[in-house]
Structures are given as C-alpha cells and as structure tokens.
C-alpha cells in the first residue's frame, strides 16, 4: 500500500510503486478530470499540482508523490481566479486538454501574479490542438487582474482518510467532463 494525500485526503492505493500518478488517480481515485494525451510528458493533459508545482502525472511514479501534497482539477476551488476567468472568456472548444491547461496557469500565476505575454507563451507549454492559445492568454490575464487576493490551491480542510469523493466542477463539466 502507498499512501499519498489528494486533495487533502489520505488515500492508500494498491499499485506497483512504479505505476504512474496519472493513472493512479484516474484508475484507482476515478479522478477523471486529469486527463492522459501522449504518456511521454509533452502534451500537459495530465497536468496537477504536487507541493504547489505543476507537474505532468504521466511521469510521475506514484512512489514518488507519497506524502506529498497532490491537487488535482477537482481539488481547486471552485472561486480560483483561474476557473473563474476560463468560463468568463470561453476559453475551451473540446475542452480535452482544458483541466491542465487550468493546473498549469494556476501554478504559474502563483509565481507570475502579472505576467507578460512573453511569460504566459514561455511558461504555458501544455498542447491545444484546438488551438484556444489566445483565449488562455486571455484568461489568464483576467485572472491576474482578478487575483490580488488569490484563492488557495485546496481547502483549507485538514486531510482525513476518508476515500476521495469525485466532483465535477463547472470547468470540468464544461469543458473537461469525464472522459
Ligand atoms: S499525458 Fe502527460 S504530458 Fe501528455
Ligand atoms: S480545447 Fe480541444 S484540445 Fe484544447
């Protein structure tokens, strides 16, 4: 059993300390909103929050991420500036790659809190092949305008062992959903 904590719930997975985070989640917690598009980390699909980092969970071994702080699509709260700023400029069109591109600009408006252009087009690397590049750098530029008083990254809650209860948030449903 490895023990890792996701959005603020200890939860213990039965899988081989190899076995990716991404699938870990997907698989054994059915947090779907963490989606897999190349496995070979370059897509950002698969992006989440360990420590407060993005990180792409297909590269990832779970064994890795045990004990620290994972936060996934479901686990950011649904007043983010981020989500927020997604719905209000429409940002998906498929919406596939949306819940990383979110985990991506979340972190990165963490450390950028009013990026420039060249910020946003050098730090936001994670794929759209519906190209929405422009609504995102949109978005983002709302949400740092909306993030003087940033929301945390989970709630505030302590961890608890209970089982992770899957939510969709608006974004997700939206854009994401569970595929
Ligand atoms: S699925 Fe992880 S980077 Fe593409
Ligand atoms: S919205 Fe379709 S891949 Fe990004």
Redesign the pocket.
């Known amino acids: 059993m490895i023990s890792i904590i996701v959005n603020n719930k200890v939860c213990e997975v039965d899988v081989a300390p190899d076995t990716p985070l991404l699938w870990v989640l997907r698989d054994q917690l059915q947090l779907t909103g963490t989606k897999y598009g190349c496995g070979i980390g370059e897509c950002g699909a698969c992006t989440v929050h360990i420590d407060d980092e993005a990180v792409r969970s297909c590269q990832v071994p779970v064994q890795e991420a045990a004990g620290k702080k994972i936060t996934t699509i479901e686990g950011l709260p649904e007043n983010h500036p981020v989500k927020a700023a997604w719905v209000a400029e429409e940002v ?7 819940p990383g591109q979110i985990m991506q600009a979340a972190a990165f408006l963490a450390k950028f809190p009013a990026p420039a252009d060249g910020d946003i087009d050098k730090e936001m690397t994670n794929i ?3 190209g ?1 590049y422009p609504r995102i750098r949109s978005a983002i530029h709302r949400a740092a305008k909306g993030a003087a008083t940033p929301a945390p990254a989970t709630t505030a809650a302590a961890p608890s062992a209970t089982a992770p209860t899957p939510t969709t948030t608006p974004a997700t449903a939206a854009k994401g959903g569970k595929q």
């Open positions: 998906p069109q498929c919406g596939y790659c949306q759209c092949r519906c929405t």
